[in-house]
C-alpha cells in the first residue's frame, strides 16, 4: 500500500521560506515521477512541481519558476518542496503525488495515481 505523508506547512509572512516534506512508503519509488500540486480556497488543483526519481529531472510550473525547488532524497524516501519568496498568492493546501510513469512532464492531475492528505501554507501580507 503506498503512503504519502506530506509535513512541514504552516503559517509564514510574505517573502518568507518554507520547506514541505513528502514521506513516501510502500513501494520502490526508484520508476516513479514525484510531484507536488497545490489547491487555494475556492479553486481547482493545479501543478506546482514535479521530479523523476531516478535522473532527479525537474519541472515547475511557470508560477513558481525561480522561487520553488523540488529536490528527493533516495535514502530517506523523501520528496521536498523548497518554498522561497512566499507570497500571499501561494496560500494553499499542498499535496504531494506519485506518478507510475516517470517519462515526459505530466502534469495533470489525472496522470498521479497515489496522493498524500495534504499540509495546509498559508503566506500573511
Known amino acids: 500500500q503506498v503512503q504519502l505523508v506530506e509535513s512541514g506547512g504552516g503559517l509564514v509572512q510574505a517573502g518568507g521560506s518554507l520547506r514541505l516534506s513528502c514521506a513516501a512508503s510502500?513501494?520502490?519509488?526508484?520508476?516513479?515521477?514525484m510531484g507536488w500540486f497545490r489547491q487555494a480556497p475556492g479553486k481547482e488543483r493545479e501543478f506546482v512541481a514535479r521530479i523523476r526519481w531516478s535522473s532527479g529531472r525537474v519541472y515547475y510550473a511557470d508560477s513558481v519558476k525561480g522561487r520553488f525547488t523540488i529536490s528527493r532524497d533516495n535514502v530517506k524516501n523523501t520528496v521536498y518542496l523548497q518554498m522561497n519568496s512566499l507570497k500571499p498568492e501561494d496560500t494553499a493546501v499542498y499535496y504531494c503525488a506519485a506518478d507510475t510513469a516517470a517519462w515526459g512532464t505530466r502534469t495533470n492531475l489525472d496522470d498521479y495515481d497515489y496522493w498524500g492528505q495534504g499540509t495546509q501554507v498559508t503566506v500573511s501580507s
Open positions: 510502500g513501494r520502490t519509488f526508484s520508476t516513479y515521477a
